[in-house]
């Protein structure tokens, strides 16, 4: 199974405080024992929601809202992509994840990703070939 950990954003991460040396070793550490257990997939920062913005649907119109976003609580400040057994194994590996941030209190929220099987039969055999051929094209560029 895949899970989605995002890491909430903080005022301070979305005031684009940097991390320090400190804690950057801490996380570079953390990701070390992710990749060497054969967990991390992927797993990167992300810049303030003011270098941000939204693509809103209402039907077939579109609009686009600039950054920054008001409800700090709400938005990623980064994210890994895991790949685990069960909810119980990511919450474990969250649980050893140092502090995202030095000052206060940091929120880690772990999701799982659909895989193929979870649509069902909305799923068409012709849906799921569409699939394959492009994670084997992502797979080939990378």
Known sequence: MRFMVMVKATAESEA????????LEAMGKFNEELVKAGVMLAGEGLQPSARGARVRFDGSRRSVVDGPFAETRELVAGFWLW??????????????????????????EIRQVFEAGDFGEEFTPELREREERLRAQLAAKH
């Open 16 to 23: 684009g405080v940097m991390p320090s040396q400190a804690l």
């Open 83 to 108: 790949e685990l057994r069960s909810l119980d194994e990511a919450i474990e590996w969250a649980r050893r994840c140092p502090n995202p941030f030095e000052h206060g209190e940091s929120e880690l």
